[in-house]
DNA sequence: CGTCTATTTGAATGTACTCAAAAGCGGTGG
DNA sequence: CCACCGCTTTTGAGTACATTCAAATAGACG
């Protein structure tokens, strides 16, 4: 299972067996339940995450208490509260696993040795994060862009997997509406494509 | 002028003199006046593009034919397509100077050279690009949290400077709310602040 | 089964938008 | 120096998309 990391690397970066043995060797795999917590708000992320299976998402709970999901991660994933450990100060954000999952933590500690001592994994992260943050643009600019409809619409032609396995309230909070809003669009979706017929 | 992009490397990265002098002799330092663009829908992002002086908006124009605000970016600040100059595809963007402006090109060809022969410069871009995605997590989180009125608000208060040097429409813009929307939201707030008195 | 959570539905409400028009502001040329 | 033009900002009225609240229904889990 831990192959997914390993393949993770490959794909952007040129590693030996050796380097990519010493970063799983510093790695801890761990099991989380459903509906169990990897960080809390207010917690220091000491550890990178990445998911080698189950489901996952990130959330942080506004003023009026209603909670916005940042993140929805699965397999083959990094995920986390990204200001928290960079900078190793209490987060705002909750990560909450939302089926039984495996993941494999990377200590903020190790991370660095890693950098200091593997400088293809510098470029790796850098590819990673250029490529989360591009991804993110692109989110923004379907946020701004479409209407809840459509942003739903989009969200299920492309994470498709996810729109199943997936709390229909989570993903209504993901594309930031209310659940109650979410399930008159999927009405009115289910009503237009009966009309084809 | 240049030793702004030096102090940003030098920020972040141990890079020798020899080094810093190698980039930026592959930059192309080049003027932009008010209005005209670095980058139009549809191009390829051919540079990496670092401002110098000045002030720069990137925005996308939706299917409505609205203009959508991503970026402002002033001195010492990356700006661009990322998505367009990553993966060298066309984009979506269009890169504005609304200020009389100076910047470094940086061509991604050169770009790609430099991380060949100057590790250190991945590190400084993996770091950009955590910091970035951190703080684009960050402005979602207020997109998500706030209304109008309050983004408005923590975007007066973290970006004062903009706030003075950029016209209203784009702030509103940037913001996500109507240009009559924010005008509104400016007298609610100066007949607040004058009621203290 | 029974309980607890998630989803659906409807009615009332609100936040922010659209459209239209007036007022303000800055630059340019006569 | 003033007059005019274009662009930005302000203001108001009407509207729409999405929310809130409340209640009913359906589903999941022990």
Redesign the pocket.
């Given at each position: 299972m831990e192959e997914l990391l390993s393949y993770s690397f490959r794909k952007h970066t040129a590693l030996t067996a050796g380097e990519l043995d010493s970063i799983l060797s510093q790695c801890k795999k761990t099991a989380y339940k459903?509906g169990h917590f990897i960080v809390r708000e207010g917690d220091v992320s000491r550890n990178g995450i990445f998911i080698l299976k189950g489901l996952v998402r990130s959330y942080f709970i506004d003023i009026?208490g209603?909670e916005h999901i940042i993140q929805l991660g699965m397999e083959g994933w990094w995920v986390g509260d990204l200001e928290s450990f960079t900078n190793q100060i209490p987060g705002k954000l909750y990560v909450e696993v939302i089926e039984d999952s495996i993941v494999l933590l990377l200590p903020y500690e190790h991370l660095q040795h890693i950098y200091a001592t593997i400088p293809a994994v510098e470029r790796y992260f850098r590819i990673l994060f250029q490529n989360a943050f591009a991804a993110f643009h692109k989110r923004m600019l379907e946020n701004l862009s479409?209407?809840?409809?459509h942003?739903y619409i989009a969200f299920r032609d492309s994470h498709a997997e996810m729109d199943q396995r997936i709390?229909?309230?989570?993903?209504?909070s993901y594309l930031?509406?209310?659940?109650?809003?979410?399930?008159?669009?999927?009405?009115r979706l289910m009503l237009k494509s009966k009309r084809k017929f």
């Open positions: 459903k009026n209603h479409m209407d809840a409809e942003r709390p229909q309230k989570h993903i209504a930031g509406m209310s659940a109650e809003f979410l399930s008159k669009i999927k009405k």
